[in-house]
C-alpha cells in the first residue's frame, strides 16, 4: 500500500538521510536475494557490471566525504524499482538513465523509481550523489579511521555504509575509484593506477580494477604514505603502501612478498589480478583483511616484537592466499565462507610448517580435538550460525578458519595429495573471476577423485559431531561442553 505524503515525509526525515523525495513513490521496501546469513544483503532484478566512484576527501577524516556513484548494470527481471544497498550517507539526488529519478531511503536500502518498467536486459546507468560518512560504530565496518587519513574494511556487509551498490559477492563488478585529496597525501586503491591531475591544493587518482571485485574487498586508502614499489614472478607489479616514518623499519618483512607469491604459484598457479601489494594502516582493528590486490594489515602486526617471525610470514601468506580463494573465486552466499577461510588457513599452516618448523598434523590434531565445540558453538562449516545482531564480524569464528582446514586436511587424506593438488589448481583456474558454491567444490572434488565423494562432504560440512579422520582413527574430538 503506498504511503500518504504526510506518512512518507515523516519516515524520510526520520531516515535524515534524503533531500529529494516525489510524495507519489510507493512505499520503499527493503530487499534482498536471500542470502541465508544476510537475508536484506543484495538485490534482485539486475546485474552490475561495473562501479566509478568519486570522493572528494578535505583533510579531516571526522568529516562526511562528498561522493558520486555511477553504476552501469544490467536488468534480469522487469523492474520498476531499483534497490541499492545504502546506509551512513545522505543522498543528494539520483539519476537512472541520465534523468532525475524519485528514490527513498528504509533500513538500509536506497529505493529508486526506474522511468517507467523495464524491461528484462535493458542497460542500466544510475549516478547517486551522496556523502560517505566515517562515523559511526567501528565494529560495522566501512570507512576505518587511520593516524593520518582513512582505509576501508568492508567484510563482510559493510561495503554499503561507504557507497551504494549490490553488497554481495554474487554480484562482482570492475570498479574505478577517483579520489580528490590534499596534495600533502598520497591516495591508492585497488587495481592499478589509471591517471593524476592536480588542481590548485588538490590532487586527484584514479585507479581501475582489471577483474570483477565484489563490493567487501574494495580498498582505498587516504594518507601521508610512502609507496614502495617491487618486483614479483613474471614481472607483476607489486607496490607496497606504509607509513612514510616506518618505510625503513618495515622494509625486512615488506621485501618478503615476492617469495611468498612465488610460493603460493608452486601451489595453485598463476597469480589471479594484474598487481599485489600490503597496506599497513596505523591503527587497531582486531584483524588483517584481503582486500583485493592491496591486502590491509595493522601496523602493529608487524611493530610488535612479541610475535615470532613465522607468525608474520604466515598471516601475510594467509592473506595472499585469499586472492586465490575468496578473491578471485568468491562466495555466492555467505554460507560458502569457508572456503574462503578454510583454503587461507590451510595453506597459512603449509607455509608455517616449511619455513617455521610448525608441524602441520600438530596442528591438525590440535584443531580436531576441538572441532565438536567449534560446531556446537558456530554450527557446522557448511552451514555457520548466522551472527548476533550487530555483531557481524562473529561470522568469522574457529569453525570457519581451523574447522575448515580441518575438512581440506581431511579431504588430502581420503583421495590423496596428488588429487587434492590436481583439485586446488582446477578449483581456482575453473572459477576465476567467478563466485562459486560448495556445491561447485564438492563436484569437482568427486570429478578429480574419479569417485562419489557424497557421505565423506555430508559429515565433514554439514555434520553436528566430526567424522573419524581418515589414516588417524585413533583422533577424538572432545565432547562439546555443556552450558
Known amino acids: 500500500m503506498p504511503l500518504t505524503s504526510r506518512r512518507l515525509?515523516?519516515?524520510?526525515l526520520a531516515t535524515a538521510s534524503v533531500t529529494l523525495v516525489a510524495a507519489t513513490l510507493p512505499a520503499?521496501?527493503?530487499?534482498?536475494?536471500?542470502?541465508?546469513?544476510?537475508?536484506h544483503l543484495g538485490n534482485p532484478g539486475y546485474d552490475v557490471r561495473s562501479y566509478d566512484i568519486s570522493f572528494t576527501y578535505r583533510g579531516d577524516n571526522t568529516r562526511p566525504l562528498e561522493a558520486v556513484t555511477k553504476i552501469d548494470a544490467t536488468t534480469t527481471a522487469p523492474l520498476d524499482r531499483i534497490n541499492l544497498d545504502f546506509a551512513r550517507g545522505t543522498v543528494r539526488s539520483v539519476e537512472v538513465n541520465s534523468a532525475p529519478a524519485e528514490f527513498a531511503v528504509t533500513d538500509e536500502d536506497l529505493v529508486v523509481r526506474a522511468p517507467g518498467t523495464l524491461p528484462a536486459g535493458a542497460p542500466l546507468r544510475i549516478t547517486v550523489r551522496h556523502t560517505s560518512d566515517p562515523n559511526g560504530d567501528r565494529d560495522s565496518g566501512g570507512w576505518l579511521r587511520t593516524a593520518d587519513g582513512l582505509a576501508m574494511a568492508n567484510q563482510a556487509d559493510a561495503a554499503h555504509r561507504v557507497f551504494p551498490g549490490n553488497d554481495?559477492?554474487?554480484?562482482?563488478a570492475?570498479?574505478?575509484?577517483?579520489v580528490t585529496a590534499p596534495k600533502a597525501l598520497t591516495v591508492v586503491a585497488n587495481g592499478l593506477p589509471a591517471g593524476k591531475s592536480s588542481h590548485g591544493s588538490d590532487t586527484t587518482w584514479t585507479y581501475r580494477t582489471e577483474h570483477p571485485m565484489a563490493t567487501e574487498l574494495a580498498q582505498v586508502s587516504i594518507g601521508r604514505s610512502a609507496v614502495v614499489p617491487r618486483t614479483g614472478p613474471h614481472g607483476l607489479p607489486v607496490r607496497d603502501v606504509v607509513p612514510v616514518a616506518d618505510r625503513?623499519?618495515?622494509e625486512p618483512l615488506l621485501k618478503k612478498t615476492p617469495g611468498q607469491l612465488e610460493w603460493m604459484e608452486r601451489q595453485v598457479g598463476p597469480y589471479p589480478f594484474e598487481?599485489?601489494?600490503?597496506l599497513i594502516a596505523d591503527t587497531e582493528t582486531g584483524f588483517e583483511l584481503e582486500t583485493q590486490t592491496l591486502t590491509l594489515f595493522e601496523r602493529s602486526l608487524f611493530t610488535n616484537s612479541s610475535y615470532p617471525e613465522w607468525y608474520r610470514d604466515s598471516v601475510m601468506v594467509h592473506e595472499l592466499s585469499h586472492?586465490?580463494?575468496?578473491?578471485?573465486?568468491?562466495?555466492?552466499?555467505?554460507?560458502?565462507?569457508?572456503?574462503?577461510?578454510?583454503?587461507?588457513t590451510w595453506y597459512e599452516a603449509r607455509y608455517a610448517e616449511e619455513f617455521g618448523k610448525q608441524p602441520m598434523e600438530r596442528r591438525m590434531r590440535a584443531a580436531y580435538d576441538m572441532s565438536d565445540n567449534w560446531r556446537a558453538d558456530g554450527g557446522p562449516p557448511a552451514r555457520p550460525a548466522a551472527p548476533a545482531r550487530g555483531q557481524k564480524i562473529s561470522l568469522f569464528r574457529p569453525v570457519v578458519y581451523d574447522g575448515s582446514a580441518l575438512i581440506l586436511y581431511a579431504l588430502r587424506q581420503e583421495i590423496g595429495p596428488d588429487a587434492f593438488g590436481r583439485l586446488e589448481r582446477s578449483w581456482v583456474r575453473e572459477y576465476r573471476d567467478e563466485s562459486a558454491t560448495t556445491a561447485d567444490f564438492t563436484a569437482l572434488a568427486s570429478k578429480t577423485a574419479g569417485r562419489d565423494l557424497t557421505a565423506f562432504f555430508k559429515g565433514w560440512l554439514y555434520a553436528k559431531r566430526t567424522p573419524p579422520m581418515p589414516g588417524h582413527r585413533d583422533w577424538r574430538s572432545a565432547r562439546p561442553q555443556t552450558r
Open 248 to 250: 625503513a623499519k618495515l
Open 323 to 344: 586472492h586465490w580463494f575468496g578473491n578471485s573465486v568468491s562466495p555466492r552466499a555467505w554460507s560458502d565462507v569457508w572456503l574462503n577461510e578454510g583454503h587461507a
Open 168 to 172: 554481495h559477492p554474487s554480484d562482482k
Open 174 to 178: 570492475l570498479f574505478t575509484f577517483r
Open 28 to 39: 520503499p521496501e527493503p530487499l534482498g536475494i536471500g542470502d541465508p546469513l544476510f537475508p
Open 275 to 278: 598487481t599485489y601489494g600490503l
Open 9 to 12: 515525509r515523516a519516515a524520510l
